[in-house]
């Protein structure tokens, strides 16, 4: 059994046909929180702790009204004429935290020598330092030297073999999908995230 396989959702399983079902990104979210347990070290308890923070605040939006914030882009399209957006606003960064993963993983993918230090530390230069103070940068600098060897990582996902590798492709493609298509909501509704 492999980590995918423990999962309640994958990305992979979430319906994106007529927008992308909050409750579905929800679950596979929460999946993906979970992955940072395997990491193994305390210093990703700041990375899930957030993570978990904007997933609570996008799911207690969702339940005030499960008809109209079926989807995120219907989600963020009802809370545009409000004062406070909290759930866009925690759309907004547990989708840079995606992201940031995203990329982490992709390099990690894409290049079996390049350890999981370097994969994490060149993914948030890229996606999440930018957006951090100088207070912030030095605890995720920290985590991304926590980061376990990356044999470590393959055996706590299932192993270094074929069938985790086939689940960690499909699994990461809809995740980066999904991470694509907010960033297209937010690019086309900016007044969604003025200001924040």
Known sequence: MTFFDTLSRSFADVDTSKGTDTMQFLEASEGLVKMFDLLGSSAFSVVQSDMNGNIKKIRERYLSNPTANDTLENLCATEAPEKKRTATEGLLWLNRGLD???????????????????????SYEV??????????????????????????????????????????????????????????????????????
């Open 127 to 196: 996606t999440l330092k930018k957006f951090h103070s100088f207070v912030v940068r030095p605890v995720f600098s920290l985590a991304m030297k926590a980061c376990p060897y990356r044999k470590d990582f393959l055996e706590k996902l299932g192993g270094d073999n074929e069938t985790t590798k086939q689940q960690m492709t499909v699994w990461l493609s809809a995740l980066e999908n999904i991470v694509a298509r907010n960033n297209a909501l937010f690019q086309s509704h900016p007044e969604y995230i003025k200001g924040m």
């Open 100 to 122: 940031f993963t995203a990329k982490a993983l992709r390099r990690s993918v894409d290049d079996p020598s390049e350890e999981l230090n370097v994969s994490f530390t060149k």
